[in-house]
């Protein structure tokens, strides 16, 4: 018998409901990602750079003209000029970095401060470090942070909070001044930030994201964290990216070294060379998913299910409880799926203790439109 060093761990929710979908033949609105390609030059790139010898191992921290590109990004959106050598570190998905950086910056017994419901990577990575998460729940129906709350959390242990705007699974946005409340109550402590941005360009409606990057105090102590998967539709080639300060950087890549020393060489020139020629891609990108979100919610008007549009990420939550109230979330899931035929993901696998009368399930926009047209057809029919 293996003592695990992670006993509460099994296989994923993602990964469960995604083959109930193949099992069954649902419309898989479940886990985050397209099901449509990249920008077709983006992917031509690729294939040109595999082709001219772009195959052996890209520097440590990143290739240079996209860190380059990221840098440029950054001072461009967010106003940070950041050194592109020395704060910028490539890596072969958020969620690399996201390991790296609890890695580099938690010791045993230091508390980490999640939100829930909260993305399922943060957890085990800070408990593979000895530390120890510290869940706060989201206020409902908002999923705003609850000030007083976060207040008492915090004790002498605390060493990291993570932050997630655009949030995955609500799609709630924090604001500018929800980060100038933090750094007041963080202000006189040591304790660090880890602000999971993946989704910083799926914002709706005119509202701005809220980056670290933009707050010159929580910059100075913070790892801000994005995934090019999200941004440019290409979520298989776990490629992501960190900005920190040099410091933090630092320390984030003497881990980063030796969990996979780089990420992968072909991929990082043909997004250095795609975010060089296609700067309009980062712009176009809120409205065209507002336009999958709008054309979703619209189709589900003429449902039973009832909800508020999301402000950010390709993640739009529904309440089903006018529907089946007898179901808890994971039931309710496993059922539209078997029976109605739409594949989603329930929230409560969020949380580390889910209100017992929560009766929310995620789906994902993030598909074409005819994908969202046969969806909505079923989910309406119920
Ligand atoms: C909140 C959040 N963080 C990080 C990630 C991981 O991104 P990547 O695929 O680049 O590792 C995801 C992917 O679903 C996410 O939703």
Same mark, same amino acid.
């Given at each position: 018998?293996?003592?695990?060093?992670?006993?509460?761990?099994?296989?994923?929710?993602?990964?469960?409901?995604?083959?109930?979908?193949?099992?069954?033949?649902?419309?898989?609105?479940?886990?985050?990602?397209?099901?449509?390609?990249?920008?077709?030059?983006?992917?031509?790139?690729?294939?040109?750079?595999?082709?001219?010898?772009?195959?052996?191992?890209?520097?440590?921290?990143?290739?240079?003209?996209?860190?380059?590109?990221?840098?440029?990004?950054?001072?461009?959106?967010?106003? *940070?000029?950041?050194?592109?050598?020395?704060?910028?570190?490539?890596?072969?998905?958020?969620?690399?970095?996201?390991?790296?950086?609890?890695?580099?910056?938690?010791?045993?017994?230091?508390?980490?401060?999640?939100?829930?419901?909260?993305?399922?990577?943060?957890?085990?990575?800070?408990?593979?470090?000895?530390?120890?998460?510290?869940?706060?729940?989201?206020?409902?129906?908002?999923?705003?942070?609850?000030?007083?709350?976060?207040?008492?959390?915090?004790?002498?242990?605390?060493?990291?909070?993570?932050?997630?705007?655009?949030?995955?699974?609500?799609?709630?946005?924090?604001?500018?001044?929800?980060?100038?409340?933090?750094?007041?109550?963080?202000?006189?402590?040591?304790?660090?930030?880890?602000?999971?941005?993946?989704?910083?360009?799926?914002?709706?409606?005119?509202?701005?994201?809220?980056?670290?990057?933009?707050?010159?105090?929580?910059?100075?102590?913070?790892?801000?964290?994005?995934?090019?998967?999200?941004?440019?539709?290409?979520?298989?080639?776990?490629?992501?990216?960190?900005?920190?300060?040099?410091?933090?950087?630092?320390?984030?890549? %003497?881990?980063?070294?030796?969990?996979?020393?780089?990420?992968?060489?072909?991929?990082?020139?043909?997004?250095?060379?795609?975010?060089?020629?296609?700067?309009?891609?980062?712009?176009?990108?809120?409205?065209?998913?507002?336009? %999958?979100?709008?054309?979703?919610?619209?189709?589900?008007?003429?449902?039973?299910?009832?909800?508020?549009?999301?402000?950010?990420?390709?993640?739009?939550?529904?309440?089903?409880?006018?529907?089946?109230?007898?179901?808890?979330?994971?039931?309710?899931?496993?059922?539209?799926?078997?029976?109605?035929?739409?594949?989603?993901?329930?929230?409560?696998?969020?949380?580390?203790?889910?209100?017992?009368?929560? *009766?929310?399930? *995620?789906?994902?926009?993030?598909?074409?439109?005819?994908?969202?047209?046969?969806?909505?057809?079923?989910?309406?029919?119920?």
């Amino acid at each position: 018998m293996i003592a695990s060093k992670l006993p509460n761990v099994g296989t994923t929710i993602f990964t469960t409901m995604s083959q109930l979908a193949a099992e069954t033949g649902a419309i898989n609105l479940s886990q985050g990602f397209p099901d449509f390609d990249g920008p077709l030059a983006l992917r031509e790139a690729v294939a040109r750079h595999v082709l001219g010898g772009h195959n052996q191992y890209a520097p440590m921290t990143g290739l240079p003209a996209l860190r380059e590109q990221v840098a440029t990004k950054v001072r461009t959106l967010y106003g *940070r000029s950041v050194d592109a050598d020395r704060e910028v570190t490539i890596t072969p998905g958020a969620t690399q970095a996201i390991f790296c950086a609890i890695q580099a910056l938690i010791r045993p017994g230091d508390e980490v401060i999640v939100f829930d419901p909260c993305y399922d990577s943060y957890e085990p990575s800070v408990q593979l470090a000895g530390g120890v998460c510290v869940h706060q729940q989201l206020s409902l129906p908002s999923f705003a942070i609850d000030w007083q709350r976060l207040a008492d959390a915090i004790t002498p242990r605390t060493r990291m909070i993570v932050l997630n705007t655009p949030h995955n699974p609500s799609g709630a946005l924090l604001e500018r001044s929800d980060l100038d409340r933090l750094a007041e109550l963080i202000r006189e402590r040591d304790i660090y930030l880890l602000s999971d941005e993946v989704y910083e360009h799926l914002v709706f409606d005119g509202r701005e994201h809220a980056s670290v990057l933009r707050h010159d105090e929580l910059y100075q102590r913070a790892v801000v964290i994005s995934s090019f998967g999200k941004t440019y539709h290409v979520t298989g080639w776990k490629t992501g990216y960190v900005v920190a300060p040099p410091a933090l950087s630092a320390e984030l890549r %003497k881990v980063h070294q030796y969990v996979s020393f780089t990420g992968v060489t072909p991929l990082q020139w043909a997004l250095a060379e795609f975010m060089a020629a296609h700067p309009e891609h980062l712009s176009e990108l809120p409205g065209f998913y507002q336009a %999958k979100r709008d054309l979703f919610c619209d189709l589900l008007a003429g449902s039973r299910f009832s909800f508020t549009r999301a402000a950010g990420t390709y993640f739009q939550l529904v309440d089903y409880s006018t529907i089946r109230p007898d179901l808890n979330d994971v039931a309710m899931a496993e059922w539209l799926t078997r029976e109605h035929g739409v594949a989603s993901i329930p929230i409560s696998v969020f949380y580390q203790q889910a209100p017992q009368d929560l *009766r929310l399930i *995620r789906f994902c926009f993030a598909k074409r439109e005819e994908t969202l047209r046969q969806a909505a057809e079923r989910l309406c029919a119920i």
